[in-house]
DNA sequence: AAGATCATGTAAGAGGTTACATGATTGA
DNA sequence: TCAATCATGTAACCTCTTACATGATCTT
């Protein structure tokens, strides 16, 4: 329902190309918005026809042209609205859990292997929102304050990635007795 | 994808009927799987198609009859090889940080107002979880090895709980600066 | 020469949400 | 008497995933 929103957002920062959305989503915000390319360039689409953003096309030597919208006004009134309403609290269905609850079908090697597979991945999710805080902690003061609410996301990201972490290294542990 | 086999290890465990598998999504495994009473009725009937479960009804006096569904020895052997494979990671859409990251938006007590309901009901989430496990740590050694692993799905639900709140904190005093 | 990256799309099908529908019992 | 709980479903609509499609450049 917001992906509409997700990309808005992102729009009311900087103006980009599905592509550049994409690769956003991918490498710094996947602990809080992920999306298909196809599913993004369809709600590109759908906000071009409801005039809600507009794109220019830049063509580009040596690289494919490119349409890179911007958000119109009646797309940032749009999203104010949206934003001055509740939302509806985040959706969970985590089917590793799943898996883990009925664990009991399957050997104890594949539950742990499973279980390291994400770890890995976890934490090289973590490594990555680290590098970028760090970036954000050398700004000055006034790029800081800037950045403040992106910043608070980026946090629960960390603060996420790092509680997964210790709940798998609980679970090895508890597992491996 | 998986509503089907977040189903199947419930009913693997104990028969049960469609609402009583959505009573135990909401009251108990909201940390791990959501759905609607739709869905879960829908899937319900295309598991019986494809004889994965069996049901029998049950008529009771005082309530309306209801539909006892029991995994048959198909469905376990699917619910198995499911197992088996990797699952793929959790994907996470939060509406709440995408409001949170374009909060300049709005203002600031709306942004605290929506994120202290947030909180509260996070907090009785959590309240929740924690005397669910209590019961489990009153049960005697073999019971609580029993659950072993339902048990560490409960953990998760309870670190990422607490981790959220811990969030929280740290938003709310950074924004009240 | 092969695979990754840049860049954008269509179409079919699966999955999820919202609205509508029914009806008895129980507790405040 | 009003709301909640028990219990199950259909239908329309929206959203997301998977498969298919194209083609240039850049890196190994």
Redesign the pocket.
Same mark, same amino acid.
């Not at 992920?34 to 599913?39: E, G, P, S, T, W």
């Not at 360039?41 to 689409?45: A, C, E, P, T, V």
């Not at 040596?62 to 349409?67: A, H, L, T, Y």
């Given at each position: 329902?917001s992906?509409?929103h997700a990309i808005l957002v992102l729009l009311e920062t900087e103006p980009s190309?599905?592509?550049?959305l994409? %690769?956003h989503f991918k490498s710094r915000l996947g602990y809080f918005w992920?999306?298909?390319?196809?599913?993004v360039?369809?709600?590109?689409?759908k906000l071009t026809e409801d005039e809600w953003i507009t794109f220019k096309a830049h063509s580009?030597s040596?690289?494919?042209? %490119? %349409?890179v919208y911007e958000i119109t006004e009646l797309g940032r009134k749009g999203l104010g609205d949206w934003i001055s309403q509740p939302v509806?609290p985040n959706?969970i269905?985590d089917a590793l859990l799943v898996k883990l609850y009925g664990g009991h079908l399957t050997s104890k090697d594949n539950i742990l292997a499973e279980l390291a597979a994400h770890k890995k991945s976890h934490e090289s999710v973590l490594e990555n929102l680290l590098n970028i805080e760090n970036n954000y902690l050398e700004l000055n003061k006034d790029k800081q304050a800037h950045y403040l609410l992106p910043y608070m996301t980026l946090r629960r990201g960390i603060i996420g990635e790092k509680a997964w972490l210790e709940w798998a290294d609980e679970v090895e542990k508890t597992l491996s007795i």
């Open positions: 329902m992906l509409k190309s599905g592509y550049d994409v %690769k992920n999306a298909k390319h196809q599913q360039y369809l709600q590109l689409k580009q040596n690289k494919p042209d %490119k %349409k509806k959706k269905n």
